[in-house]
């Protein structure tokens, strides 16, 4: 249980590295987990390599929420953005090496769930993106 | 008299359990639902051994046993929120369905385009969704009585709103985010002033407070079983005999009828006008053992222990730096803190009080406008009911400390 806590998460949760909003971007998307108020927005720049030359987040919620959100776009930077959409819960729970229950998963995911329907190009972030 | 606390705790299995190895539960969720004491758990396991039967028309020993069980128990809901008759009180699933109820049947029959509802902002959604549907449907007019910065009713708002000459005004009788306890039956006078019916949300207040239907001159009270001690999937609607006689029925079905032919019916007289199909059976026994245990305690020595309980939390809680309390102060709130800690997510704070046993809830506990309004998009909430004990919170205050140590 303290493990959910790691200091790798209240670190990156206290002093994120990629919070912030990139214009002009790309990619632009935002949604909001019901449950709990959070919100994620995520911001793109793609190279013409198609790979991702830069990204941000932005939003606020809990210190899983935000602290995938800053794991995962550090993580993407630099890389296809075909790689980025095979991203999966797996991975996430990989970046923050903790196992969450079925309410906290909702936070630890929406920032993957925001950043695929983003560069999918979606109307909607679905569920179905992350499982 | 006042409660025996050591007692009182006896009567809660649940209490005694421990949430991990060695962590004794802490229960300060009672807001969202209650725990159960051994009378209820009793009088629902015992009706299921002995008497369960379909009720109504079965004239075997069963049937017989299980209507007069399910009626008994009306006669008691009815007796403690001191309604004129039992005919006034209808089984429901929960608050939220006798809102529901009202705004299906009444508020149909009674509302077009153009009238005014007068809600309040401090509304769970419970009261807010069933007249947004009216509203979509009948383009009726919805204002809300604002919320003061402390958390109480602009009263001298409403009474200008009720210039407008609304039509129904629902509200809320103690807010599950605030706790504030709002002057029902001052709302109830005003409106009545000028011609409007009222519709009391009693799921907070019912349970913890003496609540007489007479007293306030309500025309409609709607509350849940499952946070008075009784079990879930079951609730109750009162209203004023004149308008529940002029309601047309809610749901369609057995039971709610007198006669049925082929291409018509007779509704039921009442309550059964609005009970349509094989109701909670032992719920509705369940929730008249919940009633004749909170009475035998006595509701003003359970409002008078919470108020203990929380004016003792309220102070403890303002003593830690960084923590926000929202809503009045306690002369004016029932069992409820809602508070937000400087720079931890509520979520967070209850997660990790979780680890210490403590059950606290987190999020905007359905009033998402509320808590707009103050600026955030979640508070984490301690709520307090008659088993709860200053002990308790103070493993709250040292829980939050330790969240506070953890964040730093």
Known sequence: MDDLYREVII???????????????????????????????????????????????????????????????????????????KLNKQDILDMLGIELGPVRLKCALLSLKVLKAGVYGLGEASDSLVE | MSLNITEVRKDFPILQRETSTGVQLVYLDSTA??????????????????????????????????????????EKIAKFINAPSARQVIYTRNTTESINLVAYTWARANLKSGDLVILTEMEHHSNLVPWHMLQAERGIELDFIPVTEVGLLDLDAYRSLLSRRPKLV???????????????????????????????????????????????????????????????GIGALYGRLELLEKMPPFLGGGDM?????????????????????????????????????????????????????????????????????????????????????????????????????????AGHHCAQPLHEKFGIPATSRASFYLYNTKDEVDLLVNGIYKVKEMFG
Do not use: W
């Open chain 2, 170 to 232: 629902s509200f809320t009788h103690m807010s599950n985010v605030l706790g504030t306890i709002n002057p029902a039956a001052e709302i109830i006078r005003l409106a009545h002033e000028v011609g409007a019916i009222t519709l009391v949300d009693g799921a907070q207040s019912v349970p913890h407070l003496n609540v007489d239907v007479q007293a306030l001159d309500a025309d409609f009270l709607a509350f849940s079983a499952h946070k008075m001690c009784g079990p879930t």
């Open chain 1, 11 to 85: 670190e990156h949760y206290k002093n994120p590295g990629y919070r912030g909003r990139l214009d002009p971007h790309d990619i632009q998307f935002e949604d909001s987990n019901p449950l709990c108020g959070d919100h994620i927005e995520v911001t793109l720049q793609t190279a013409e390599d198609g790979t991702v030359k830069d990204a941000r987040f932005d939003g606020h919620g809990c210190a899983i929420s935000q602290a995938s959100a800053d794991l995962l776009i550090e993580s993407i930077i630099g890389k296809p953005v075909e790689d980025v959409k």
């Open chain 2, 257 to 361: 009828i007198k006669e049925v032919k082929l291409r018509s019916f007779r509704a039921n007289t009442l309550p059964h006008k609005f009970e349509a199909g094989t109701p909670a059976i032992a719920e509705a026994v369940g929730f008249g053992a919940a009633v004749d245990y909170l009475s035998a305690l006595g509701m003003d020595a359970i409002a008078a222990h919470e108020h203990e309980v929380t004016e003792y939390a309220l102070e403890r809680l303002e003593e830690i730096p960084g923590v926000k309390l929202f809503g009045p102060g306690a002369q004016n709130k029932g069992g409820v803190a809602a508070f937000t800690l400087e720079g931890v997510h509520p979520h967070d704070v209850a997660q990790i009080l979780d680890k210490d046993g403590i059950a606290v809830r």
């Open chain 2, 33 to 74: 639902t209650s725990q159960k004491p051994l009378a209820v758990i009793e009088a629902m396991d015992n009706y299921y051994r002995r008497s369960n039967a379909n009720i109504h028309r079965g004239v075997h020993t069963l049937a017989e046993e299980a209507t007069s069980m399910y009626e008994a128990a009306r």
